[in-house]
């Protein structure tokens, strides 16, 4: 083997091997694994040295809005699919609540024949589960591409809307996939957006009215539904100390919890008095308390999957008086980077990342193509610089919406490339003019 001829060496990186770190070289032919070693004598028509650098199994978020079709000039599948790439993630799973909603497997086939004409990194979509589809559920939840169903229980951008127990019953009674629910409980808000609200125009009051009890609630409605039918739920970006302890009791195989690297960062009233609008997002960002428990978390198992929750909106609509700016901000170009300073700054591991964005995306959701770095795996990498410091700016952005939330902060430890089956997709922050990305397979889909 010593002796071989490959496409492509990645030559002497720290790489996570499924053991740990091993200061190794890869041999890879065909877009595949085929060597793993010193390689000291080893051929290759392409050697990318990785002295210094931290070679990981491509790194996926697990949660991102392209707004295509419907709202283009916000993102479209190649900008958004573009900025992953820039970021480092080799794959992405995209949201429903595009226009017209995700709610049958043509729509899903759409989405993916648009993708395929910019597949800058891999792709899979999110089919919304509402009352409009839900005894369809079970005949559409396999079609290819479809990495699960998305339950809105409080209203946010768009209109996928699942708020009562009996929608929420009607989408987890039909189907086997895994649901991923954005909890937060309509009612409560309702109400609170009257008496807590009213007509103010101060955004700082949006993690009050978008309350803690409303998330814990609507998180509890949905688990315990999920109990009757034994069905996997997965709780989209949690935001508060409440539900973290909830979680703690009740969890199991069939319960799931993600958080975002916005969460993880920013806080209130810090960042409302900062960024304004430009931090609103739901559900909300919270106070110093809440973002410690997320923390804790993260260290002691409970957190599963950090995503970025990537939500572009235009500057020209974040500036319209709160409550009218629409909630979200980009992030998927973002994630990485300023995951890789928490890393830097001893918040959590960078095989623990590694756990969240990678592992257990690929346990969790049934991902068939791909694996932790092994002989005869595809050759996806995200090839990190822990030393590597540079400013974020959201001139660099490469969303539509060409700003993020992070403009300014210098941080420590950046993607340097975005290896996608053997194909160098970024290098050193500039893209190469060939795209491969493919759809993500499911060991539950049909393809
Ligand atoms: O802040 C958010 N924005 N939260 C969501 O759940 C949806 C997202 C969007 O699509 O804009």
């Known amino acids: 083997m010593e002796s071989s001829q490959?496409?492509?060496?990645?030559?002497?990186?720290?790489?996570?091997?499924?053991?740990?770190?091993?200061?190794?070289?890869i041999g890879i032919t065909?877009?595949?694994?085929?060597?793993?070693?010193?390689?000291?004598?080893?051929?290759a028509e392409k050697t990318i040295q990785c002295e210094g650098l931290h070679v990981l199994p491509g790194l996926i978020d697990t949660q991102v809005h392209f707004r295509e079709p419907g709202a283009e000039h916000k993102e479209t599948l190649a900008t958004g699919l573009q900025s992953a790439a820039l970021g480092g993630i080799t794959g992405v799973f995209e949201m429903p609540n595009?226009?017209?909603?995700?709610?049958?497997?043509?729509?899903?086939?759409?989405?993916?024949?648009?993708?395929?004409?910019h597949p800058w990194v891999d792709y899979a979509f999110y089919l919304g589960g509402c009352k409009q589809n839900a005894e369809k559920l079970s005949e559409y939840e396999n079609a290819p591409g479809i990495c699960g169903i998305k339950v809105f229980m409080g209203a946010s951008t768009g209109?996928?809307?699942?708020?009562?127990?009996?929608e929420i019953d009607m989408v987890l009674k039909n189907g086997r996939r895994i649901v991923a629910v954005h909890a937060e409980d309509e009612f409560i808000m309702q109400e609170n957006k009257k008496t807590i609200l009213g007509d103010s125009t101060d955004v700082s009051l949006h993690c009050k009215w978008r309350s803690v009890e409303s998330c814990l609630n609507a998180t509890k409605r949905v688990v315990a539904i999920a109990k009757?039918?034994?069905r996997r739920v997965h709780i989209l970006h949690v935001t508060t100390k409440d539900e973290m302890d909830f979680f703690r009791e009740q969890k199991n195989e069939h319960i799931t919890v993600e958080v975002l690297a916005n969460h993880l960062t920013l806080f209130a009233p810090d960042c409302y008095e900062k960024l304004g609008s430009l931090s609103q997002q739901n559900p909300p960002i919270r106070e110093k308390e809440h973002q410690d428990a997320l923390w804790k978390a993260i260290a002691d198992g409970t957190v599963d999957m950090v995503a970025s929750d990537h939500a572009p909106h235009t500057l020209e609509e974040k500036a319209k008086p709160y409550p009218l700016s629409?909630?979200?901000?980009?992030?998927?170009?973002?994630?990485?980077?300023?995951?890789?300073?928490?890393?830097?700054?001893?918040?959590?591991?960078?095989?623990r990342l590694v756990e969240l964005m990678c592992y257990n995306p690929i346990k969790i959701h049934g991902i068939k193509d791909r694996s932790k770095i092994e002989i005869g795996s595809q050759a996806t990498f995200t090839i990190v610089d822990m030393n590597k410091?540079?400013?974020?700016?959201?001139?660099?952005?490469?969303?539509?919406?060409?700003?993020?939330?992070?403009?300014?902060?210098e941080t420590q430890g950046w993607p340097v490339v975005t290896m996608i089956r053997g194909h160098v997709v970024m290098y050193e922050g500039k893209l190469s003019h060939q795209t491969v990305g493919l759809p993500i397979q499911f060991q539950e889909t049909k393809m």
């Open 389 to 409: 410091r540079d400013v974020i700016s959201s001139a660099d952005q490469a969303t539509k919406s060409e700003w993020t939330p992070f403009d300014g902060m």
């Open 159 to 166: 209109d996928l809307l699942a708020a009562s127990d009996e």
């Open 228 to 230: 009757k039918y034994k």
């Open 6 to 25: 490959f496409d492509l060496i990645l030559k002497n990186g720290q790489v996570l091997l499924p053991d740990g770190w091993a200061t190794v070289s």
């Open 30 to 43: 065909n877009g595949k694994i085929c060597a793993i070693g010193p390689l000291d004598n080893a051929k």
């Open 98 to 117: 595009t226009s017209p909603l995700t709610l049958t497997p043509e729509l899903i086939f759409d989405k993916m024949s648009r993708a395929d004409k």
């Open 326 to 351: 629409p909630s979200g901000t980009p992030g998927v170009q973002t994630l990485l980077p300023i995951m890789l300073h928490h890393v830097n700054q001893g918040k959590l591991t960078l095989e």
